[in-house]
C-alpha cells in the first residue's frame, strides 16, 4: 500500500492524530462508548450487625471492556475504606433509617458512569436479633421497637455489664419473658395472677408477679443501674415495682412508688422513704448507685439522692411487680401495667442516664404506648 492509500485508509479508522495509548482501544467497526447503567446493582445478605453484606455490578452497556469499583455508604455519607463489593456491617451501622447502599462506578477508555444499589433502611443490632428470634417476634413495628430500644442503650455508651432487660414485646407471657441482653438466660417466670396483652404486662396488687432469676449480690453487686416503665400510676394499696430484700441490717434492692404517698428506694437494705409525694407514679423511673450516692430520677429527671453505707446487695431473686421483704415476709404486689424492666452492673454517667431513658420511650413510642 502507497503512503497516500495508507493516509486514506487510516483516516477512515480515526488513526490519525492519535495519542499511541489509544490505540489498545481499537474497535473495528464503531466508535467506542462509555458505560451506560441498564439494570441497577443489587444488595443481597442478612442485615445484622456482623454479617457481611454483597454488591452486584449490575448490567451495563459500553465499549471496550469495563472495569467496576465500589463504594458503601451510610445515610448518604461514605463509609471510610468500604471499598469492595463486599461490606461487613458494624455497631454504629445498626438502626432503624441506617440507609445503606452500595454506588458502583462503572469506567472503560470512552468514560464513566455510577449506579446505585437500593437501600438497606434497617439494619439489626446483632442482640435485639438474637432476641426477636428466640421471642418468636414477627411483626415488623415490634422488631423496629426491639432494635431501636438495643441500638440506643449501645450507642449511649451502655455495652458491659449487662444483666436483664426485659421491653414487654409481643403481647403474650411467653414473649414478654425473654431478657434481650441474652434472650438464653435469666427469662421471667410467672405467679399469682397477671395480665398480659400488646400494652405490657399488669398484676393484680393481690399476688401477681414475676421471679427474673437476678440475684443482685451477684449480677448488680458495685455501681448498678435499673430502671421499670408504666403505663399506669396507684395512689392506694400495695406498691412493689421491683426488689427483693432482708429485713433488719440484710442488703437489698427495691423500687416502689405511688402517688400522694411515701415512696420507697433502697440500694441496700437503708431504706429511703424521705422523697416528697409525687403527682404521678407512671413513666420512667431510674436508680442509680455510683459509690455511695444514690440517684433517682423519673422521666430522666433527678427527684432524689441519698447516701448509702451498705455495698452489699441480697443474695436472692429479684423480683418484678412486687417486693419480698424477706425477714417479715412481707409482700408487696403492684396493680400497675409495666411495659420494660432494666437491670445494669455499670458505673452510670448523667449521659448513659439518658440513653436508657431515650432507648426505653424510642420503643415505647414506636409501639404507640408512651405515657
Not at 414473649?175 to 427469662?187: C, D, E, W
Not at 401477681?208 to 455501681?223: F, K, Q
Not at 441519698?306 to 455495698?311: I, K
Request: aromatic share 10%; with cysteine.
Amino acid at each position: 500500500m502507497n503512503k497516500r492509500k495508507y493516509g486514506s485508509f487510516a483516516a477512515s479508522l480515526g488513526l490519525i492524530n492519535q495519542p499511541k495509548e489509544n490505540f489498545g482501544s481499537l474497535r473495528l467497526g464503531g466508535a467506542n462508548t462509555p458505560p451506560i447503567n441498564t439494570v441497577a446493582p443489587v444488595i443481597s445478605g442478612t442485615a445484622v450487625v456482623g454479617q457481611t453484606l454483597s454488591c452486584t455490578n449490575g448490567t451495563w452497556t459500553g465499549t471496550p471492556i469495563i472495569t467496576y469499583t465500589y463504594q458503601w455508604m451510610r445515610n448518604g455519607v461514605n463509609i471510610g475504606g468500604a471499598t469492595n463489593s463486599t461490606y461487613t456491617l458494624v455497631q454504629v451501622d445498626a438502626g432503624n433509617t441506617s440507609n445503606i447502599k452500595c454506588v458502583v462506578t462503572a469506567s472503560n477508555g470512552a468514560g464513566s458512569a455510577s449506579a446505585d444499589s437500593n437501600v438497606i433502611t434497617v439494619i439489626y443490632d446483632a442482640t435485639a436479633d438474637a432476641y426477636i428470634t428466640a421471642s418468636g417476634i414477627t411483626d415488623n413495628t415490634q422488631k423496629l421497637a426491639a432494635n431501636f430500644e438495643m441500638y440506643t442503650i449501645k450507642a449511649g455508651g451502655i455495652t458491659k455489664g449487662y444483666a436483664a432487660l426485659y421491653p414487654i414485646i409481643g403481647g403474650t407471657n411467653t414473649r414478654h419473658s425473654f431478657n434481650m441482653f441474652n434472650s438464653a438466660t435469666k427469662q421471667l417466670t410467672y405467679a399469682g395472677t397477671i395480665t398480659h396483652n400488646a400494652n405490657g404486662m399488669q398484676g393484680n396488687a393481690v399476688n401477681g408477679v414475676a421471679t427474673s432469676g437476678i440475684n443482685p449480690s451477684v449480677d448488680l453487686n458495685g455501681d448498678f443501674a435499673c430502671w421499670f416503665y408504666s403505663r399506669t400510676s396507684t395512689t392506694s394499696g400495695t406498691w412493689g415495682d421491683l426488689g427483693v430484700i432482708a429485713g433488719g441490717a440484710n442488703p437489698g434492692i427495691l423500687m416502689s412508688v405511688k402517688t400522694n404517698a411515701a415512696n420507697a428506694f433502697a440500694a441496700n437494705c437503708d431504706l429511703n422513704t424521705s422523697l416528697a409525694a409525687l403527682l404521678n407514679s407512671s413513666g420512667f423511673f431510674f436508680m442509680k448507685r455510683v459509690g455511695n450516692t444514690v440517684t433517682i430520677k423519673r422521666n430522666d429527671v433527678t427527684i432524689h439522692t441519698f447516701t448509702a453505707p451498705n455495698t452489699s446487695y441480697q443474695n436472692g431473686n429479684m423480683s418484678l411487680m412486687a417486693v419480698f421483704i424477706i425477714g417479715s415476709i412481707n409482700q408487696n404486689y403492684s396493680g400497675k401495667q409495666y411495659t420494660d424492666f432494666g437491670f445494669v452492673k455499670d458505673t452510670f454517667t448523667s449521659d448513659m442516664d439518658t440513653a436508657a431513658y431515650n432507648a426505653v420511650l424510642g420503643k415505647e413510642t414506636i409501639l404507640g404506648r408512651n405515657v
